[in-house]
């Protein structure tokens, strides 16, 4: 069963839709030339993970430095 889901849309002819089950995960990096974000979003614990990095767009350092990690939200998942 999928428990994540993501939507991208830049025009109505290129909208993408991506789906992972708790077992797997969802990236994205989203980005300009000069900077961009990084999103990882994944299961652990009965808790979903956000992840949110700062990164140097299309044009930053591809020789492996670190992302900036900006936001970290845990977010528990309470079963009804």
């Known amino acids: 069963m999928k428990h994540f889901y993501a939507h991208l849309s830049a025009?109505?002819?290129?909208?993408?839709?991506v789906s992972a089950s708790k077992?797997?995960?969802?990236?994205a990096h989203i980005r300009t030339y000069e900077n961009g974000i990084f999103v990882s979003m994944y299961h652990?614990?009965?808790?979903d993970i956000f992840l949110i990095y700062k990164t140097g767009g299309t044009l930053g350092d591809r020789t492996g430095s670190k992302m900036?990690?900006?936001?970290?939200?845990e977010i528990d998942n309470i079963e009804k």
């Open 68 to 73: 900036k990690l900006i936001k970290q939200i």
């Open 44 to 47: 652990e614990n009965d808790k």
């Open 23 to 27: 077992k797997e995960s969802i990236q």
């Open 11 to 17: 025009s109505s002819k290129s909208d993408r839709t």
